[in-house]
């Protein structure tokens, strides 16, 4: 699989706490050279990349990030704000106290309630599954598909793991052929994109993969030092 390929599958992203108008404005950039699905950023920072990218790119930010456990009515105005900022794109996370307590209708309303608010987007749902038994793991896919969203997502990137091989085979398994797997977080290398999208994702939250085109596009533009015959 080459790494245009993979880079078209890319959120490329950016949500570190202090993260500055410049740096959004620089992954931007980088996101439209490089054919970027998007860019995965802070809700601050919306306007402000709609306004710098206009059409040429897909805005995508976050909601309830990255702990889940706003209330619904929360989720539902930080949606709204965003799809008004700009936001082509909404990854949710969902609120685990309530998977933790088996209150699965409630899980459901929660995204269904920030299904509404995004107006038509497309709405991704972080499930974080390094804190989920395999159990939840497959409840949550038939859920997810039960709430009209377009994505189910592995990680916010911000707990204790990032995404498995095993996580997105299970969620591709598990998951209605409807609803598309985003794998995020740990994503170091090609190989591990690659193997990602062979089992079944079809976008990947990351910033590494851009960062490996800029280094090989350097590589390539670095003259080979000949010496002279003697």
Known sequence: MDIKTILETCDHTLLRQDCTSEEIRTICDQAIKYHCASVCIPPCHVAGAKRYVGDQLK???VIGFPNGYMTTAAKAFETKDAVENGADEIDMV???AMVKDGCWSDVKADIVEVRKACEGK???VIIECCLLTDDEKIRLC????????????????????????????????????????????????LQDAEDF?????????T???VKIAIAMEKEQETPVETKENY
């Open 197 to 205: 999208l062979n089992l079944g994702a079809e976008r990947l939250g």
């Open 122 to 124: 497309i709405l991704k």
């Open 142 to 189: 038939e859920i997810v598909g039960e709430s009209g969203a377009d994505f189910i997502k592995t990680s916010t990137g911000f707990s204790t793991g990032g995404a498995t091989k095993a996580d997105v085979e299970l969620m591709r398994k598990y998951s209605p052929a409807h609803v598309k797997v985003k794998a995020a977080g740990g994503i170091s290398s």
């Open 94 to 96: 969902i609120n685990l």
């Open 59 to 61: 805005i995508c930010t």
């Open 207 to 209: 910033s590494r993969i």
